[in-house]
């Protein structure tokens, strides 16, 4: 099922679905009464995060330079989202400044200096550039920013979704769709992006956001693909398709996490790391090198 609604009406969302225009405002805001777990809340929910982590970051959203510079990239790229202002100072320090990024933030736009509004713009055209990356995220007959919400069938727990480009559907026999998801980084390397797929939980949004086209019935078995791009000269790009064991670890993580979420919203109680004090060992790493130092 697919709904198309303007991207500045106030929506509440009961039906399962792709919605079109929808703004990253109010999907963020979550527009599920009483609440839905996105792909973010699944990775707050999963060890050596807690619950608690889960609540304190919805009870406490946050922006920081860092997120404002890949939220950028995003808008150039994918052609969509918040408007991006160039500051003419290197230095954000005179009340005059502050209170021009102030006005900017407020009317929804992005604030950038000029080194990072020179770069984001190079890094867009990198992407263009790039044969795989510009096929998946740019080309025609997509659309970007798309939010999927949907119930997950094992636990009735609203689920959402934010998808950087959704491709059209696919119609052609024995052909996949392809999904992609675009990601800045210091080092795109597949080396590199593994280590953070392992460390930020990527492997569990690919499958969150596999999980939303399907039960949305928009393709019933979607390939996923990263688009990982250097964040400083010469923004090197690399597309990579994470293994199959990763999507079986991340369905088995995110299933805990969806029970988990259920089970909190129920007792309305969110809880650390455990209560219990056991002996801890040191990391095995460790201990082996200093055996082999003391040896």
Same mark, same amino acid.
């Given at each position: 099922?697919?709904?198309?609604?303007? /991207?500045?009406? $106030?929506?509440?969302? &009961?039906?399962?679905?792709?919605? #079109?225009?929808?703004?990253?405002?109010?999907?963020?805001?979550?527009? @599920?009464?009483?609440?839905?777990?996105?792909?973010?809340?699944?990775?707050?929910?999963?060890?050596?995060?807690?619950? /608690?982590?889960?609540?304190?970051?919805? #009870?406490?959203?946050?922006?920081?330079?860092?997120?404002?510079?890949?939220?950028?990239?995003?808008?150039?790229?994918?052609?969509?989202?918040?408007?991006?202002?160039?500051? #003419?100072?290197?230095?954000?320090?005179?009340?005059?400044?502050?209170?021009?990024?102030? /006005?900017?933030?407020?009317?929804?736009?992005?604030?950038?200096?000029?080194?990072?509004?020179?770069?984001?713009?190079?890094?867009?055209?990198?992407?263009?550039?790039?044969?795989?990356?510009?096929?998946?995220? &740019?080309?025609?007959?997509?659309?970007?920013?798309?939010?999927?919400?949907?119930?997950?069938?094992?636990?009735? $727990?609203?689920?959402?979704?934010?998808?950087?480009?959704?491709?059209?559907?696919? &119609?052609?026999?024995?052909?996949?769709?392809?999904?992609?998801?675009?990601?800045?980084?210091?080092?795109?390397?597949?080396?590199?992006?593994?280590?953070?797929?392992?460390?930020?939980?990527?492997?569990?949004?690919?499958?969150?956001?596999?999980?939303?086209?399907?039960?949305?019935?928009?393709?019933?078995?979607?390939?996923?693909?990263? $688009? /990982?791009?250097?964040? &400083?000269?010469?923004?090197?790009?690399?597309?990579?398709?994470?293994?199959?064991?990763?999507?079986?670890?991340?369905?088995?993580?995110?299933?805990?996490?969806?029970?988990?979420?259920?089970?909190?919203?129920?007792?309305?109680?969110?809880?650390?790391?455990?209560?219990?004090?056991?002996?801890?060992?040191?990391?095995?790493?460790? @201990?082996?090198?200093?055996?082999?130092?003391?040896?």
């Amino acid at each position: 099922m697919s709904t198309r609604q303007t /991207a500045d009406e $106030v929506l509440v969302i &009961t039906t399962a679905g792709i919605y #079109d225009g929808m703004s990253d405002d109010t999907y963020h805001s979550d527009p @599920v009464p009483g609440g839905s777990l996105s792909s973010t809340g699944v990775r707050l929910l999963t060890p050596p995060s807690t619950p /608690a982590h889960y609540r304190w970051a919805i #009870d406490n959203p946050k922006t920081s330079a860092t997120f404002e510079h890949g939220h950028a990239a995003h808008a150039l790229v994918l052609g969509t989202g918040p408007e991006l202002v160039r500051i #003419d100072a290197d230095e954000w320090r005179t009340n005059a400044i502050k209170d021009e990024v102030a /006005a900017v933030r407020e009317r929804g736009a992005v604030p950038l200096k000029p080194a990072a509004y020179d770069a984001i713009h190079a890094m867009a055209d990198r992407i263009r550039e790039h044969p795989d990356a510009a096929q998946l995220l &740019t080309a025609d007959g997509g659309l970007s920013e798309q939010s999927a919400f949907w119930r997950d069938p094992g636990t009735g $727990v609203w689920c959402r979704a934010r998808y950087d480009r959704l491709p059209p559907k696919v &119609t052609e026999p024995g052909r996949r769709l392809v999904l992609a998801d675009y990601k800045t980084t210091v080092d795109a390397s597949t080396e590199a992006f593994v280590k953070s797929a392992a460390s930020y939980g990527y492997h569990q949004q690919q499958e969150w956001y596999r999980a939303g086209l399907i039960a949305c019935g928009y393709d019933p078995d979607p390939v996923f693909l990263f $688009v /990982a791009q250097e964040k &400083t000269a010469p923004y090197l790009v690399n597309v990579i398709q994470l293994d199959h064991e990763a999507g079986v670890l991340a369905r088995r993580q995110n299933a805990r996490a969806l029970g988990m979420f259920r089970d909190c919203q129920r007792s309305e109680t969110w809880p650390g790391h455990p209560t219990s004090i056991d002996p801890a060992p040191l990391p095995g790493y460790f @201990v082996t090198k200093a055996e082999e130092y003391l040896a």
